[in-house]
Structure formats: C-alpha cells, structure tokens
Nanobody
C-alpha cells in the first residue's frame, strides 16, 4: 500500500511555471507506475502525464512540449514541471500510483493550480 501527498500548487500568471511534487510513503516506490491527472471546474478528471517504473513517459496532447514528468526513486517522489501555463490548465491536480501488474489505483488528495492574471 502507498500513500501519496501532493504539493507545489498555487496561483500563477499565464506563461508562468510551477513544479508539482508527489511524495509517496511505503516501500517499493520504484515498482509503481505514476501519473498526474487533473480535474478542472465542471470537467471530468483527465490524464496529464504518466511515467512507468522504467521511466517511460506519456503526455496528453494538450500539455506536450510544456509539461515534463519525472521521478526520483531515491526520494520516493514524482514531479510535474509545468511551463508556459495557460488559463485552461487551471485545475486540481492529482497524483496516482499503480503497482506493476496490479489493478488498484492509489490517489493523493490533490493540489490546486490556478492560472490567472
């Protein structure tokens, strides 16, 4: 079992940057595939970016070239570097973990990102 705690959200102007962090408790973090999701006002939760236990990444088309997901297994942490932020990036951002070959998803509590002038 793993517990996830997100941090790094806040208010930023359009064109600005933020880095989100998701710290995981428990053991065997390196065996988990990690992902960032977001849910904007009145919208469904959507995948933003994912990173496998082996470091393979994937991104939603809307964030390609602007966002970068990475992980530090020594720190049990996954990051989401967000650059060139747009108002439409405004959302609650959630971290998700799934153990390799597992079926259960673990979620953090979310961190709010607001992009506004």
């Amino acid at each position: 079992q793993v517990q996830l705690v997100e941090s790094g959200g806040g208010l930023v102007q359009p064109g600005g940057s933020l880095r989100l962090s998701c710290a995981a408790s428990g053991s065997s973090f390196r065996l988990y595939a990690m992902a960032w999701y977001r849910q904007g006002p009145g919208k469904q939760r959507e995948l933003v970016a994912g990173i496998s236990s082996g470091g393979i990444t994937n991104y939603a088309d809307s964030v390609k070239g602007r966002f970068t997901i990475s992980r530090d297994n020594a720190k049990n942490t996954v990051y989401l570097q967000m650059n060139s932020l747009k108002p439409e990036d405004t959302a609650a951002y959630y971290c998700k973990a799934r153990l390799n070959c597992g079926t259960r998803d673990y979620w953090g509590q979310g961190t709010q990102v607001t992009v506004s002038s």
